[in-house]
């Protein structure tokens, strides 16, 4: 579903390391917003999803992959000026959640690393 590899590869460490399986919410409207959830309380800890570059605030206007994760409240602002592919979250709260671009520009394991965040971090 997902064009880009590094959606796929994010999705499948997502599935390996936290047993989540993608959850489809919006099969008519929003067919690949894909939600990750744990499974003791149901919270979200990701959202991936192919959307507009525009979007983002981006110039150009074509389809891309993100990651949406939760982050340390108010703290999103700065991260994602440390980055041009890390931004305020795309359709959620920006205090509390950061966009990142799957495009294969940031390397996996720091994703990783922020999907983990993510997750400890919506575990409460």
Same mark, same amino acid.
């Given at each position: 579903?997902? =064009?880009?590899?590094?959606?796929?590869? &994010? &999705?499948? #460490?997502?599935?390996?390391?936290?047993? +989540?399986?993608?959850?489809?919410l919006w099969?008519?409207?929003?067919?690949?917003? +894909?939600?990750?959830? #744990?499974?003791?309380?149901?919270? $979200?800890? +990701?959202?991936?999803?192919? &959307?507009?570059?525009?979007?983002?605030?981006?110039? @150009?206007?074509?389809?891309? @992959?993100?990651?949406?994760?939760?982050? *340390? =409240?108010?703290?999103?602002?700065?991260?994602?000026?440390?980055?041009? #592919?890390?931004?305020?979250?795309? #359709?959620?709260?920006?205090?509390? $959640?950061?966009?990142?671009?799957?495009?294969?520009?940031?390397?996996?394991?720091? &994703?990783?690393?922020?999907?983990? =965040?993510?997750?400890?971090?919506? *575990?409460?």
């Amino acid at each position: 579903m997902y =064009k880009d590899t590094q959606t796929n590869t &994010i &999705i499948g #460490h997502i599935k390996t390391e936290y047993s +989540a399986e993608p959850e489809f919410l919006w099969p008519e409207r929003y067919p690949s917003y +894909a939600v990750f959830r #744990h499974k003791d309380n149901k919270k $979200w800890f +990701a959202l991936v999803a192919t &959307i507009s570059s525009k979007s983002l605030g981006l110039e @150009d206007d074509k389809q891309i @992959d993100i990651i949406n994760l939760k982050f *340390d =409240k108010n703290q999103t602002y700065d991260f994602a000026e440390t980055s041009d #592919h890390i931004f305020p979250a795309y #359709h959620m709260n920006k205090n509390n $959640w950061i966009t990142i671009l799957l495009d294969g520009t940031l390397q996996d394991n720091l &994703i990783f690393d922020l999907i983990r =965040k993510s997750y400890l971090l919506s *575990d409460k």
